[in-house]
Structures are given as C-alpha cells and as structure tokens.
C-alpha cells in the first residue's frame, strides 16, 4: 500500500491518496464491518477522529483512481502495545465513485477467513 497526505488549509477536507496494489492489500485495508465501508490506512501523520478526508483510492481492477469522501473513525497511534503500523480508519461518507463495489468486485476471488479477526 502506498500513500500521500496532503493537508489543505482553511478547513477543507485532507486529501490522502491510497494505491492498493493487489486484492490482498485489498484485503488487508479493508474494512467490511464499518457501515457504507471503509478502509484502514497506513500512515505516520495521525489526523484526528472526526476529521474529513478525500482519499483517491488506486484498486488493481486498471480502472481510474476513485474520489471518495470519508472521517476518521479508528486511530491507531505512533506507539501502540500492539506492535502494529500508525493508522487511521476511515468510513466512507458519500461513495459516489462505486468504490465499495469495486472493492467487493476485488475481494470477490479471494478464500476468506472467517477465524482471522483484525483487531483495530
């Protein structure tokens, strides 16, 4: 997974830019029990819960990056007793784009695993 933050001032939403390369970082990022859909972010620059972002999600389907608007709902810090990467997850607020679709579509190849929990 890769991506960008870039804060934008004056109180609009951060644009975060996310490339998931594969339906297993798919998979990964994935976030199928938040209402409307979401996805958790790997990222060092921690917003705050509640904050707007833009993320332009790259999916590996060779369609064009997806606008979708989301809020911070899940933070995982810089320094956390799990051991696990900073993160944020973010619920999609107004999917206009399809992207949850797309995201179902990738999964939809993939065995699931119904004994793996991620505990966020």
């Given at each position: 997974?890769?991506?960008?933050?870039?804060?934008?001032?004056?109180?609009?939403?951060?644009?975060?830019?996310?490339?998931?390369?594969?339906?297993?970082?798919?998979?990964r990022?994935?976030?199928?029990a938040?209402?409307?859909?979401g996805?958790?972010?790997?990222?060092?620059?921690?917003?705050?819960?509640?904050?707007?972002v833009?993320?332009?999600?790259?999916?590996?389907?060779?369609?064009?990056?997806?606008?979708?608007m989301?809020?911070v709902i899940?933070?995982?810090?810089?320094?956390?007793?799990?051991?696990r990467p900073s993160?944020?997850?973010?619920?999609?607020?107004?999917?206009?784009?399809?992207?949850?679709?797309?995201?179902?579509?990738?999964?939809?190849?993939l065995?699931?695993?119904?004994?793996?929990?991620?505990?966020?």
């Amino acid at each position: 997974m890769e991506f960008k933050t870039e804060s934008k001032p004056g109180g609009v939403a951060t644009a975060l830019s996310v490339v998931l390369r594969d339906p297993q970082a798919v998979q990964r990022c994935f976030m199928p029990a938040i209402k409307g859909g979401g996805l958790l972010v790997e990222t060092p620059n921690i917003l705050p819960m509640g904050t707007e972002v833009l993320l332009m999600i790259t999916l590996p389907d060779s369609q064009p990056r997806a606008p979708v608007m989301g809020k911070v709902i899940w933070v995982t810090p810089l320094e956390n007793r799990e051991g696990r990467p900073s993160a944020i997850g973010v619920q999609f607020q107004n999917d206009r784009s399809g992207v949850l679709t797309r995201i179902q579509n990738a999964l939809s190849g993939l065995p699931s695993h119904p004994d793996v929990i991620l505990s966020f």
